[in-house]
């Protein structure tokens, strides 16, 4: 047990990836749907599509901090959870930064054609910065700055979230 992360270094991580997640989910969908829907769909259908948006946001938050928890007990407690604050939230902040970097730059049919890229592109990134926030200080408090800010997205976004999975689970039993 004392290889897993403890709450306090959990939680700024979480917020960073809840952050990001939720942001990417609702810029998408207002730039994509949000305004066409407006022609075919009325109010309350409009938010029962958004409550299923951010009930998936909800999930892809819990499945990253659980792979990056389940990282940190494997690797040595060197690598990740000694310093899981820091180096959680860059594998956080590069991982879906790249994701969404991909999927901006790629047609829809050729995301696994050209996966390697992907794969390239977040090696790179993630081992500079890394790197760059291991050796200057300022990269370093700027990435924990980021991480302790983040945490006031958790009061907003949890609460949507709770009801949107409680929305998507009466739309599925009724």
């Given at each position: 047990m004392n290889r897993l992360p403890n709450r306090n270094q959990l939680l700024p991580v979480y917020a960073v990836g809840v952050t990001i997640l939720y942001s990417w989910a609702i810029i998408v969908t207002?730039?994509?749907s949000l305004f066409t829907w407006v022609l075919y769909l009325n109010v309350p259908e409009i938010l029962t599509l958004v409550a299923y948006i951010l009930a998936g946001a909800f999930l892809e938050s819990?499945?990253?901090?659980?792979?990056?928890?389940?990282?940190?007990?494997?690797?040595p407690s060197k690598?990740?959870?000694e310093k899981f604050i820091l180096r959680g939230t860059i594998l956080t902040i590069t991982?879906?930064?790249?994701i969404?970097?991909?999927?901006?730059?790629?047609?829809?049919?050729?995301?696994?054609?050209?996966?390697?890229?992907?794969?390239?592109?977040?090696?790179?990134?993630?081992?500079?910065?890394l790197l760059a926030a291991e050796n200057i200080q300022t990269i370093k408090n700027t990435v924990e700055?980021?991480?302790?800010?983040?945490?006031?997205?958790?009061?907003?976004?949890?609460?949507?979230?709770i009801?949107?999975?409680?929305?998507?689970?009466?739309?599925?039993?009724g």
């Open positions: 207002i730039r994509s819990l499945l990253l901090i659980a792979a990056l928890t389940i990282f940190g007990v494997l690797l690598l990740l959870t991982f879906l930064s790249s969404m970097f991909y999927y901006t730059q790629t047609p829809l049919g050729e995301a696994l054609v050209d996966i390697y890229k992907w794969v390239l592109f977040f090696t790179v990134s993630t081992v500079g910065f700055l980021i991480a302790d800010r983040a945490m006031v997205f958790l009061y907003i976004y949890l609460p949507i979230s009801i949107s999975v409680i929305v998507v689970i009466i739309r599925s039993l």
